[in-house]
C-alpha cells in the first residue's frame, strides 16, 4: 500500500549486507507501539534515518525533545544519545533506515563529507512541502519497487538510489520547514532544558544545587518535577548520561580506561567501575571486547514479509 507519498507494507524488510560491514543498508517497514518505548536514550555506529507515516511522535536528541510529524525525515549520526516516544493507543507506522557507507573512496571524499553535513544540523529534522517531499521521498519508493525484482545489480541499484535520496535532502536542505514546538507546560520545558544541559556538560562536576541554581528552580521542586518528567532522578540521569558516553568511547576509541572515566565526569575509577558495572551488566573492560566483529559478510539483498 502507499502511505500519502511513501509506498508502505507492514512487516516488510529489505537489506543490503549486515550491520558492522563498511557498506549495508537495512529498511524496516514497521509500527511502534507505546508499550515498546525504550527506557533511556541509547546510541549506535551507523546511520539511522526515522520517518513516521501517520500520527505524531517525539524525538528526544541528546536530552531535547522534538516533535515530529507524519513525513518528517529524521536523521541520526552515529554515536548520538536519542530514543523515540511513541503515543499511546493504535501503533503508528513507520520506516527506519539503518545504514552505513564507505566515503573514502578516491576523488569523492570531500563530495561525501558534504554531503553527510545534514546530519551535523543543529536540528536534524527535515519538514518539506507536499511536492517537494514527493521528490525527495521518490528515491526511497523505487528502492521498495527495486527490492522486489531479482537482479545481481540490485544491491548497486539501491545504493545508488539511498545516495539520490541523501542529494535530496541536501540539495533542498534550505527549504526545510521544521520549527521546534513548545509543547507541554512550562516545567516541562524547563526539565528537558535541564536533560539537554547535562548531555552538554555531563564531562563537568554538575550538582543538583548547582543546576537549579542555573535554572531558577529550587532543589527540591528541581528533584520532584525532573523525575516526573524524564522518569529518572537528577542523578540517575546523570550517571546514565555519562555511562552511555563512556561506552561510545569504550567501542570507538582506544584511550585508557582511567581517562574515560575522568573525562565522562567520574571522580574516582572505582566510582566509575561500580556505577559501569550496575548499569552495563559487566566491567569496563568486558564492555569493549564485547565490541561486534567487523568481519565482513557475503553481500545479499531480501526483502521479507511476514509470514
Known amino acids: 500500500?502507499?502511505?500519502?507519498?511513501?509506498?508502505?507494507?507492514?512487516?516488510?524488510?529489505?537489506?543490503?549486507?549486515?550491520?558492522?560491514?563498511?557498506?549495508?543498508?537495512?529498511?524496516?517497514?514497521?509500527?511502534?507501539?507505546?508499550?515498546?518505548?525504550?527506557?533511556?536514550?541509547?546510541?549506535?555506529?551507523?546511520?539511522?534515518?526515522?520517518?513516521?507515516?501517520?500520527?505524531?511522535?517525539?524525538?528526544?536528541?541528546?536530552?531535547?525533545?522534538?516533535?515530529?510529524?507524519?513525513?518528517?525525515?529524521?536523521?541520526?549520526?552515529?554515536?548520538?544519545?536519542?530514543?523515540?516516544?511513541?503515543?499511546?493507543?493504535?501503533?503508528?507506522?513507520?520506516?527506519?533506515?539503518?545504514?552505513?557507507?564507505?566515503?573514502?573512496?578516491?576523488?569523492?571524499?570531500?563530495?561525501?563529507?558534504?554531503?553527510?553535513?545534514?546530519?551535523?544540523?543543529?536540528?536534524?529534522?527535515?519538514?518539506?512541502?507536499?511536492?517537494?517531499?514527493?521528490?525527495?521521498?521518490?528515491?526511497?519508493?523505487?528502492?521498495?519497487?527495486?527490492?522486489?525484482?531479482?537482479?545481481?545489480?540490485?544491491?548497486?541499484?539501491?545504493?545508488?538510489?539511498?545516495?539520490?535520496?541523501?542529494?535530496a535532502i541536501h540539495r533542498y536542505a534550505a527549504e526545510n520547514g521544521y520549527v521546534r514546538e513548545e509543547t507541554g507546560s512550562s516545567m516541562s520545558r524547563r526539565m528537558y532544558a535541564i536533560a539537554s544541559y547535562i548531555h552538554s556538560h555531563y564531562q563537568q562536576d554538575l550538582s543538583l544545587d548547582e543546576v537549579s541554581r542555573r535554572f531558577y528552580v529550587s532543589a527540591h521542586h528541581l528533584s520532584r518535577q525532573f523525575n516526573r518528567v524524564t522518569g529518572f532522578t537528577f542523578t540517575e540521569y546523570v550517571q546514565m548520561t555519562r555511562i552511555r558516553n563512556a561506552q561510545q568511547l569504550l567501542l570507538n576509541s582506544s584511550e585508557k580506561i582511567t581517562d574515560i572515566a575522568a573525562q565522562c565526569g567520574f571522580a574516582s575509577f572505582s566510582q566509575f567501575n561500580r556505577i559501569f558495572n550496575k548499569q552495563s551488566g559487566m566491567s569496563p573492560s568486558a564492555y569493549r571486547r564485547s565490541r561486534p566483529s567487523q568481519s565482513k559478510h557475503e553481500m545479499m539483498l531480501v526483502g521479507e514479509r511476514p509470514q
Open 1 to 167: 500500500m502507499t502511505t500519502s507519498v511513501l509506498t508502505y507494507e507492514q512487516g516488510y524488510v529489505i537489506h543490503v549486507n549486515q550491520p558492522g560491514d563498511e557498506l549495508f543498508y537495512h529498511l524496516d517497514y514497521d509500527e511502534r507501539s507505546h508499550d515498546l518505548n525504550m527506557e533511556f536514550q541509547h546510541f549506535h555506529d551507523f546511520y539511522e534515518v526515522c520517518i513516521l507515516l501517520d500520527r505524531t511522535a517525539a524525538h528526544i536528541i541528546e536530552g531535547s525533545l522534538y516533535e515530529i510529524q507524519p513525513l518528517d525525515i529524521v536523521l541520526l549520526r552515529p554515536s548520538l544519545l536519542h530514543k523515540t516516544q511513541y503515543p499511546k493507543g493504535t501503533p503508528p507506522k513507520r520506516l527506519m533506515i539503518n545504514f552505513a557507507m564507505p566515503r573514502h573512496m578516491p576523488g569523492l571524499e570531500s563530495g561525501y563529507n558534504e554531503l553527510f553535513s545534514i546530519f551535523d544540523e543543529e536540528v536534524p529534522i527535515f519538514r518539506f512541502p507536499e511536492e517537494r517531499r514527493k521528490e525527495i521521498l521518490a528515491p526511497i519508493n523505487d528502492i521498495f519497487a527495486i527490492s522486489q525484482q531479482c537482479s545481481t545489480l540490485q544491491p548497486v541499484v539501491i545504493h545508488h538510489k539511498f545516495v539520490e535520496f541523501l542529494c
